[in-house]
T-cell receptor, first 114, second 116 residues
Framework: NAGVMQNPRHLVRRRGQEARLRCSPM?????VYWYRQLPEEGLKFMVY????????ESGMPKERFSAEFPKEGPSILRIQQVVRGDSAAYFC????????????FGQGTRLTVV | AQKITQTQPGMFVQEKEAVTLDCTYD???????LFWYKQPSSGEMIFLIY??????QNATEGRYSLNFQKARKSANLVISASQLGDSAMYFC?????????????FGTGTKLQVIP
Protein backbone atom coordinates (compact mmCIF):
# COMPACT_ATOMS: atom_id res chain seq x y z
CA ASN A 1 0.00 0.00 0.00
CA ALA A 2 1.91 2.99 -1.29
CA GLY A 3 1.84 6.14 0.77
CA VAL A 4 1.26 9.64 -0.48
CA MET A 5 3.47 10.15 -3.51
CA GLN A 6 4.80 13.53 -4.48
CA ASN A 7 6.88 14.33 -7.51
CA PRO A 8 9.25 15.64 -8.28
CA ARG A 9 11.18 15.54 -5.01
CA HIS A 10 13.32 18.44 -6.11
CA LEU A 11 12.44 21.08 -8.67
CA VAL A 12 14.58 23.97 -9.87
CA ARG A 13 12.97 26.78 -11.82
CA ARG A 14 14.21 30.10 -13.09
CA ARG A 15 12.33 33.22 -12.14
CA GLY A 16 9.30 33.65 -14.37
CA GLN A 17 8.89 29.98 -15.20
CA GLU A 18 6.01 27.76 -14.12
CA ALA A 19 6.25 25.07 -11.47
CA ARG A 20 3.92 22.05 -11.38
CA LEU A 21 3.91 19.90 -8.28
CA ARG A 22 2.08 16.58 -8.27
CA CYS A 23 0.52 14.64 -5.44
CA SER A 24 -1.00 11.18 -5.64
CA PRO A 25 -2.95 10.46 -2.46
CA MET A 26 -2.99 7.12 -0.73
CA UNK A 27 -5.27 4.56 -2.30
CA UNK A 28 -8.85 5.18 -1.23
CA UNK A 29 -8.19 8.74 -0.08
CA UNK A 30 -10.29 11.42 -1.69
CA UNK A 31 -9.17 14.41 0.38
CA VAL A 32 -5.95 16.27 -0.34
CA TYR A 33 -4.27 19.11 1.53
CA TRP A 34 -1.32 21.21 0.41
CA TYR A 35 1.07 22.89 2.83
CA ARG A 36 4.08 25.11 2.32
CA GLN A 37 7.14 25.13 4.54
CA LEU A 38 9.44 28.10 4.21
CA PRO A 39 13.03 27.64 5.44
CA GLU A 40 13.26 27.41 9.24
CA GLU A 41 9.48 27.57 9.63
CA GLY A 42 6.58 25.23 10.28
CA LEU A 43 4.07 24.12 7.70
CA LYS A 44 1.42 26.58 6.58
CA PHE A 45 -1.91 25.40 5.19
CA MET A 46 -2.55 26.39 1.60
CA VAL A 47 -5.55 24.55 0.18
CA TYR A 48 -7.88 21.63 0.79
CA UNK A 49 -9.44 19.74 -2.10
CA UNK A 50 -11.75 16.87 -2.67
CA UNK A 51 -12.13 15.21 -6.03
CA UNK A 52 -12.99 17.96 -8.53
CA UNK A 53 -13.71 20.49 -5.77
CA UNK A 54 -11.73 23.13 -3.94
CA UNK A 55 -13.13 23.23 -0.42
CA UNK A 56 -10.86 25.75 1.28
CA GLU A 57 -8.19 27.83 -0.42
CA SER A 58 -7.84 30.40 2.33
CA GLY A 59 -4.10 29.82 2.59
CA MET A 60 -3.35 30.22 -1.09
CA PRO A 61 -1.72 33.42 -2.34
CA LYS A 62 -4.24 35.32 -4.42
CA GLU A 63 -2.11 35.44 -7.53
CA ARG A 64 0.00 32.94 -9.46
CA PHE A 65 -1.01 29.91 -7.37
CA SER A 66 -3.70 27.43 -8.29
CA ALA A 67 -4.59 23.86 -7.34
CA GLU A 68 -6.74 21.13 -8.76
CA PHE A 69 -7.69 17.56 -7.96
CA PRO A 70 -9.30 16.05 -11.04
CA LYS A 71 -11.53 13.03 -11.11
CA GLU A 72 -8.67 11.01 -12.54
CA GLY A 73 -5.03 11.56 -11.81
CA PRO A 74 -3.01 13.35 -9.18
CA SER A 75 -3.62 16.65 -7.49
CA ILE A 76 -1.61 19.47 -9.04
CA LEU A 77 -0.30 22.58 -7.37
CA ARG A 78 0.65 25.09 -10.03
CA ILE A 79 2.76 28.18 -9.50
CA GLN A 80 3.01 30.57 -12.41
CA GLN A 81 5.81 33.07 -12.94
CA VAL A 82 7.77 31.85 -9.95
CA VAL A 83 9.77 34.27 -7.83
CA ARG A 84 12.61 33.65 -5.37
CA GLY A 85 10.18 33.87 -2.45
CA ASP A 86 8.37 30.78 -3.72
CA SER A 87 11.40 28.67 -2.82
CA ALA A 88 10.13 26.30 -0.17
CA ALA A 89 9.15 22.74 0.55
CA TYR A 90 5.61 21.91 -0.53
CA PHE A 91 3.90 19.05 1.24
CA CYS A 92 0.80 17.20 0.28
CA UNK A 93 -1.29 15.20 2.74
CA UNK A 94 -4.29 12.96 2.19
CA UNK A 95 -7.02 11.45 4.29
CA UNK A 96 -9.91 9.10 3.56
CA UNK A 97 -12.65 11.17 5.15
CA UNK A 98 -13.22 14.57 6.56
CA UNK A 99 -12.44 13.98 10.18
CA UNK A 100 -9.52 11.71 10.76
CA UNK A 101 -6.95 11.40 13.45
CA UNK A 102 -4.03 11.97 11.16
CA UNK A 103 -3.22 13.07 7.70
CA UNK A 104 -0.64 11.07 5.81
CA PHE A 105 2.06 13.27 4.34
CA GLY A 106 4.09 12.83 1.23
CA GLN A 107 7.83 13.40 1.25
CA GLY A 108 7.48 16.88 -0.13
CA THR A 109 8.72 18.73 -3.17
CA ARG A 110 11.57 21.13 -2.64
CA LEU A 111 11.22 24.02 -5.03
CA THR A 112 14.24 26.22 -5.65
CA VAL A 113 13.84 29.34 -7.73
CA VAL A 114 17.08 30.66 -9.19
CA ALA B 1 -2.58 35.26 18.46
CA GLN B 2 -0.57 32.16 17.69
CA LYS B 3 -2.70 29.03 17.63
CA ILE B 4 0.24 26.75 18.35
CA THR B 5 3.23 27.93 20.36
CA GLN B 6 6.47 26.02 20.69
CA THR B 7 8.75 28.09 22.87
CA GLN B 8 11.88 25.97 22.54
CA PRO B 9 13.65 26.59 19.23
CA GLY B 10 16.32 24.04 20.15
CA MET B 11 16.89 21.37 22.76
CA PHE B 12 19.71 19.06 23.69
CA VAL B 13 19.30 15.74 25.46
CA GLN B 14 21.74 13.06 26.48
CA GLU B 15 21.25 9.69 24.85
CA LYS B 16 19.00 7.39 26.93
CA GLU B 17 17.56 10.31 28.87
CA ALA B 18 13.96 11.51 28.63
CA VAL B 19 13.09 14.87 27.12
CA THR B 20 9.95 17.01 27.08
CA LEU B 21 9.09 19.25 24.15
CA ASP B 22 6.63 22.00 25.01
CA CYS B 23 3.51 22.93 23.09
CA THR B 24 0.66 25.22 24.02
CA TYR B 25 -2.37 25.87 21.89
CA ASP B 26 -5.19 28.34 21.57
CA UNK B 27 -8.67 27.44 20.43
CA UNK B 28 -12.25 28.18 21.36
CA UNK B 29 -13.51 24.92 19.85
CA UNK B 30 -14.63 22.11 22.11
CA UNK B 31 -13.63 19.45 19.62
CA UNK B 32 -10.08 19.50 18.36
CA UNK B 33 -7.11 17.23 17.88
CA LEU B 34 -3.44 17.63 18.69
CA PHE B 35 -0.61 16.01 16.77
CA TRP B 36 3.12 15.71 16.93
CA TYR B 37 5.19 15.19 13.81
CA LYS B 38 8.89 14.49 13.43
CA GLN B 39 10.86 15.92 10.53
CA PRO B 40 14.35 14.44 10.17
CA SER B 41 17.01 16.08 8.06
CA SER B 42 15.78 14.11 5.05
CA GLY B 43 12.67 16.30 5.16
CA GLU B 44 9.70 13.97 5.35
CA MET B 45 6.95 14.51 7.92
CA ILE B 46 6.48 11.52 10.19
CA PHE B 47 3.36 11.24 12.32
CA LEU B 48 4.18 10.39 15.93
CA ILE B 49 1.15 10.71 18.14
CA TYR B 50 -2.39 12.08 18.33
CA UNK B 51 -4.58 13.31 21.20
CA UNK B 52 -8.26 14.10 20.82
CA UNK B 53 -9.73 16.82 22.97
CA UNK B 54 -12.23 14.39 24.48
CA UNK B 55 -9.69 11.67 25.18
CA UNK B 56 -9.38 11.25 28.92
CA GLN B 57 -6.17 9.28 28.83
CA ASN B 58 -2.88 10.71 27.66
CA ALA B 59 -1.88 9.24 24.32
CA THR B 60 1.13 6.94 24.18
CA GLU B 61 2.95 5.37 21.24
CA GLY B 62 6.00 3.37 22.18
CA ARG B 63 8.60 5.79 23.54
CA TYR B 64 6.36 8.79 22.81
CA SER B 65 3.73 10.08 25.16
CA LEU B 66 1.66 13.22 25.07
CA ASN B 67 1.18 15.06 28.34
CA PHE B 68 -2.24 16.60 27.72
CA GLN B 69 -3.32 19.28 30.20
CA LYS B 70 -6.58 20.60 28.81
CA ALA B 71 -7.16 23.37 31.34
CA ARG B 72 -3.69 24.75 30.67
CA LYS B 73 -4.03 24.16 26.93
CA SER B 74 -0.78 22.33 26.73
CA ALA B 75 0.17 19.19 24.84
CA ASN B 76 3.79 18.44 25.59
CA LEU B 77 5.58 15.56 23.90
CA VAL B 78 7.67 13.32 26.10
CA ILE B 79 10.29 11.11 24.49
CA SER B 80 11.68 8.48 26.83
CA ALA B 81 15.08 6.82 26.45
CA SER B 82 16.29 9.15 23.71
CA GLN B 83 18.14 7.65 20.79
CA LEU B 84 20.53 9.27 18.32
CA GLY B 85 17.92 8.77 15.62
CA ASP B 86 15.55 11.04 17.52
CA SER B 87 17.60 14.06 16.43
CA ALA B 88 15.19 15.99 14.24
CA MET B 89 12.72 18.87 14.12
CA TYR B 90 9.51 18.24 16.02
CA PHE B 91 6.28 20.00 15.17
CA CYS B 92 3.19 20.31 17.30
CA UNK B 93 -0.03 20.76 15.33
CA UNK B 94 -3.73 21.21 15.95
CA UNK B 95 -6.81 20.30 13.97
CA UNK B 96 -9.84 22.37 14.83
CA UNK B 97 -13.07 23.60 13.40
CA UNK B 98 -16.59 22.34 13.11
CA UNK B 99 -16.46 22.52 9.35
CA UNK B 100 -15.66 18.88 9.32
CA UNK B 101 -12.32 18.79 7.60
CA UNK B 102 -8.81 18.47 8.72
CA UNK B 103 -7.22 21.89 8.42
CA UNK B 104 -4.18 21.66 10.59
CA UNK B 105 -2.14 24.50 12.09
CA PHE B 106 1.50 23.84 12.85
CA GLY B 107 3.85 25.38 15.37
CA THR B 108 7.28 26.65 14.43
CA GLY B 109 9.02 23.55 15.65
CA THR B 110 11.70 22.49 18.11
CA LYS B 111 15.04 21.18 16.94
CA LEU B 112 16.09 18.28 19.13
CA GLN B 113 19.66 17.10 19.20
CA VAL B 114 20.55 13.90 21.01
CA ILE B 115 24.08 13.83 22.36
CA PRO B 116 25.94 10.51 22.57
Amino acid sequence: NAGVMQNPRHLVRRRGQEARLRCSPMKGHSHVYWYRQLPEEGLKFMVYLQKENIIDESGMPKERFSAEFPKEGPSILRIQQVVRGDSAAYFCASSPWRQNTEAFFGQGTRLTVV
Amino acid sequence: AQKITQTQPGMFVQEKEAVTLDCTYDTSDQSYGLFWYKQPSSGEMIFLIYQGSYDEQNATEGRYSLNFQKARKSANLVISASQLGDSAMYFCAMREGSGGYQKVTFGTGTKLQVIP
